[in-house]
């Protein structure tokens, strides 16, 4: 679908605003022990601009959403604008395009389908490594029938996202609506380099706090973002579809 300057400046406009309302005001985030973790629907939105607008309008979007975001609502903490954190923001807006072309010439999905959940049990192995090593994560101590259960959940999260992916994909694909599995493969690498490795690194010297322990923390919230992240873009760009612009679809 080919969308002119007018529709995407105004597009930027609403997914700018949406991403500040989600991130700042309708998001889990300030929690006591880890403040720097945070869920919210402000990513998702922000790759969704990234695919349908451009590199450049996603990156303005992404970018000016932390900026504005810091003016408009005040941290609760007394956080200012840290253009650190505003480069891992206008990142997300410009490498999931890059993403989503590239994935697009792969056209055996079973393909990207055995990827994605071979890089989400490496990171549950992580997570249970990590958890077995070191019985105190941010000056909290997990006595052994907790740790289990951390890995327990964070197993079940890993099996919930792999199937919500593949089911998502499947109901998408019989109404010939959009390539679910390549939107999936997209956040999952975005979301790896982007938000899991920068973002944490950022964070870790932000709050001065270890790598591994704010990374152990994202990767459980990593479950959770994945399958959010595709089924909201996968669901915008259906609804994208449908609206009569010229040109071909998003797929």
């Known amino acids: 679908m080919k969308l002119d300057n007018v529709v995407k ?3 930027s406009g609403l997914l700018l605003a949406l991403v500040i309302i989600f991130t700042r005001f309708l998001s889990f985030q300030n929690i006591p022990i880890i403040p720097f973790v945070r869920i919210s629907l402000g990513p998702a939105l922000i790759i969704f601009a990234s695919i349908v607008l451009g590199p450049i309008y996603g990156g303005i979007v992404g970018g000016l959403s932390d900026i504005l975001g810091i003016l408009l609502v005040p941290n609760a903490l007394g956080y200012s604008i840290n253009p650190y954190f505003t480069l891992v923001y206008t990142l997300l807006g410009v490498i999931p395009w ?9 056209k055996k999905e079973n393909i990207l389908f055995w990827i994605f959940n071979s890089f989400l049990l490496g990171l549950w192995i992580f997570i249970t490594v990590f958890i077995l090593l070191n019985p105190s994560v941010a000056n909290v101590n997990f006595e052994l029938y907790q740790r289990i259960l951390i890995i327990v959940i964070s197993f079940v999260l890993l099996s919930l996202t792999g199937f919500l992916v593949y089911f998502i994909n499947k109901r998408f694909k019989n109404r010939g609506d959009v390539s679910v599995m390549n939107i999936a493969f997209v956040s999952l690498i975005s979301e790896i380099f982007i938000m899991l490795i920068l973002n944490t690194i950022v964070k870790s010297i932000f709050f001065e ?3 591994f322990v704010i990374f152990f923390f994202q990767a459980i919230v990593f479950f959770i973002d994945v399958p959010l992240n595709t089924f909201v873009v996968s669901y915008l760009i ?3 579809n449908q609206v009569s612009f010229k040109g071909r679809k998003y797929e």
Do not use: A, E, G
């Open 238 to 240: 259906k609804i994208l």
């Open 9 to 11: 400046i105004c597009l």
């Open 209 to 211: 706090i270890d790598f």
């Open 98 to 106: 890059c993403l989503f072309k590239l994935f697009s010439l792969i």
